[in-house]
Structure formats: C-alpha cells, structure tokens
C-alpha cells in the first residue's frame, strides 16, 4: 500500500511566521501535489512537483512556496503566515502520468 | 477552464439501497477518472479508478464511464451507514501541462439506518 505521512496532524501558528509543512511518500512516486481544502470551496491545488527540485504553480500558488530536494518529500512553506490561509492541507503522491493520487491524513493549520 | 461537475447534495438513501452519484466532465478528451470517499475531517481515499467506456466492479462499488456524453457515474449496491461520506469525482486532462487531477466539490451521501 501507499503511505504518505504527512508531519503534523495539528498545528497552530501565529501571524507573520514562517510555516513549514512536510510530506514523505514511501512509494518512489514521481509526482506530488499540496492541495488545500476549504468548506464550500473543495479541493485547490496550491503547487505540484514532477521530479527533484521541479515544481509548478497549480491555482492558488500565491503565499507559498515549495520544496523537493529529494524524491520522497514534498515541502510546502507558507512564507509569511496569514489569518486566511487558516485550513486542511493535504499532500498527495502519484505514479505515473494517468495513475491515481494517494493522500496522506491531512494537516489542519490554524493560524491566530 | 475545465470543470468538474457534482451535485453537492445531501442524497440520502435508506440501508440497504443502491446509491447512484453521478459527475459531468468539460473536456472530451479526458483520459483517467476516479472516485474518492472522504469522511468528515479526514482525507480522501481512493475508491475507483476507470480508464475506458463501460463498466467496472469491485464489491459493492460499480464504476460507469461513457465518454461520449461526458460522465462517471459510482453505483453502490447494499448501502451501509458506514458508507455516509462525500464522494469527489477526479478526471485527469489529457495531454501536456497540468499533471494533477481536478477535483469536483463532492457528493455527500447519507444512508439512513
């Protein structure tokens, strides 16, 4: 089976701090992916990484920034911590081009 | 933009019932579709993956594709309480650039005891 973990279930930060958020897959997957999801608005694709050190805006790229010096983690870094990027993150990691995405549990940040 | 399309309900079905979720899709050329299940304040969990027009079963969940008229469709036979959550809908576009799925809002299914 897949495992992604993700390193935190829970996080509370303050205003203005820089957030660091981790992703490791165990699967050698290619691809991987942070989304963020809200009530009423689903799943958002923040950025995605198809190989070591590439990525690519997904659509809502603004306030972040992202990470993968190695194949199995994806990091993704909110550079300036603000009250409405208060959410569920969720990482995911994919195989091939067509296959499906596997997701680990899931980060709910709340920043104060 | 290309769009996936769910009802966000809630469709509530009594025990034992086929509960029938359907999504519409923008882009014909679509290639890969798939089912999540997401309980509430947990992640999404692959279900289902089709690939190709027609049918496809695995227990209690069938998976129905017709391209021609651009939609996927998850049936799920013998509905339990436990199987109470939201049902998102993911297509992969076909061709270069974007490599991730785009996601419906979700289905919430609600099966009454």
């Known amino acids: 089976d897949v495992k992604v973990t993700q390193s935190s279930r829970y996080l509370v930060k303050r205003t203005g701090e820089k957030v660091f958020l981790e992703c490791v897959q165990d699967?050698?997957?290619?691809?991987m992916f942070w989304y963020r999801q809200d009530p009423g608005l689903g799943l958002r694709l923040i950025y995605f990484s198809y190989d070591v050190k590439m990525k690519e805006k997904g659509d809502i790229p603004e306030g972040y920034s992202v990470s993968r010096e190695k194949k199995e983690r994806f990091s993704l870094i909110l550079e300036s911590a603000s009250t409405n990027q208060t959410s569920m993150y969720l990482c995911a990691s994919s195989g091939g081009v067509n296959q499906p995405q596997h997701f680990g549990d899931g980060t709910r940040l709340s920043i104060l | 933009q290309k769009e996936v399309e769910q009802n966000s309900g809630p469709l509530s079905v009594p025990e034992g019932a086929i509960a029938s979720l359907n999504c519409t899709y923008s882009d014909r050329g679509s290639q890969s579709f798939f089912w999540y299940r997401q309980y509430s304040g947990k992640s999404p969990e692959l279900i289902m993956s089709?690939?190709?027009?027609g049918d496809k079963e695995d227990g209690r969940f069938t998976a129905q594709l017709n391209k021609a008229s651009q939609y996927v469709s998850l049936l799920i036979r013998d509905s339990q309480p436990s199987d109470s959550a939201t049902y998102l809908c993911?297509?992969?576009?076909?061709?270069?650039?974007?490599?991730?799925?785009?996601f419906g809002s979700g289905t919430r299914l609600q099966v009454q005891p």
């Open positions: 699967m050698d997957h290619e691809n």
């Open positions: 993911a297509v992969k576009w076909k061709g270069p650039g974007r490599r991730a799925l785009t």
């Open positions: 089709i690939y190709s027009n």
